[in-house]
């Protein structure tokens, strides 16, 4: 069983091993990662152990290996279908973020109660009445929920009825789900009081 | 010194008291408050305690009072102006976004290197060059980073030159800031691998 913060530290230690990968970097020491990361070396060893990440005494960690160890843990080995529901704000930019891409998550298609243009960024917006007929028809690895506050809870509904596993909540509201099924929030605000909060507490 | 899981924990107490006070609802139980947020009862009791948030015995807290005591602890009971550099997708999303308002957080201007509208939800989008002159006028308590990976080392810089000391950062990049200044990062990327690690350890 891993800890919650070991999860929260994986991507951060992927995202930092890519970097140093796409730029040519071979080798990199616990003590380097550490000090990127602001953790401490001894944690960034404890944790990469975790996943069969040995480093080497005086060599530190092959970087390409690392890299491809820690995308097989993260499930990016693999490609991901996405939709999204809400063509506001939140989802047009979504649509439109060409990182997802290169990760291996494409967004297929964006629903909407009022789709005001047919296609985003060349993804087509459907009406939210189309959500089951497109869900029987189509793969969706993962649902986006890009809608208003009031009502996120019934889209997720619709969508987990409809037999989608994992969501993806912009909405800021804590979702409720059924154990098999995947909720991960990202909450902007959330972020937010946690920068006011350090600002505050820094004065 | 408060731990950092304790930071992350409070605006998600905040998020469920402030929408418990908003339905009117009066006091809640540290059990109630636990099984919203997916943790346990005594471990909400500890961190309310942390902050003067004292629950009683059989009553729970008074809703109304534990919101206004969250507010203050977060720094959300004064008003903060934003920036935003960057008016790709992901800037204009966050200048189109209401619920910063609520809050009292204020985007004032977007600054991009090739601005391509004037003004965006009614705030006005400047030239870069125009940074410093608009900090050297203005009152900036946030500055958010919206731009592509690449630039936003060098404009994290510039913002903490002219003087800035709290960074909202989208940008899927560390930033390292020197001492008195604030970053907090969002990164959707990360948000997703979490997403994509739940996922492939559920199945």
């Given at each position: 069983m891993i800890s919650e913060a070991v999860i929260k530290r994986l991507p951060r230690y992927y995202r930092h091993i890519k970097q140093l990968a796409d730029s040519g970097v071979t080798r990199v020491s616990s003590n380097k990662i550490a000090s990127v990361l602001n953790i401490t070396a001894s944690q960034v060893r404890q944790d990469l152990c975790n996943f069969g990440g040995f480093g080497q005494q005086g060599?530190?960690?092959?970087?390409?290996?690392?890299k491809n160890e820690l995308a097989v843990i993260l499930g990016l080995d693999k490609e991901y279908d996405m939709i999204i529901v809400g063509a506001g704000n939140i989802g047009r930019a979504l649509a439109g973020y060409r990182g997802f891409r290169d990760d291996g998550f494409f967004v297929k298609a964006l629903f909407d109660i009022d789709p005001r243009c047919s296609s985003i960024n060349g993804i087509k917006v459907y009406?939210?009445?189309?959500?089951?007929?497109?869900?029987?028809?189509?793969?969706?690895?993962?649902?986006i929920i890009a809608t208003q506050k009031d009502s996120a809870k019934?889209?997720?509904?619709?969508?987990?009825?409809?037999g989608v596993k994992s969501i993806w909540n912009f909405a800021p509201v804590e979702l409720e789900v059924p154990e098999g099924v995947t909720v991960e929030n990202i909450s902007m605000s959330e972020s937010l009081y946690v920068l006011s909060f350090r600002s505050k507490n820094k004065q």
């Open positions: 060599y530190g960690y092959d970087v390409v290996k690392l009406e939210m009445d189309f959500l089951e007929a497109y869900l029987n028809q189509n793969n969706v690895d993962i649902a019934s889209v997720a509904d619709s969508l987990i009825n409809y």
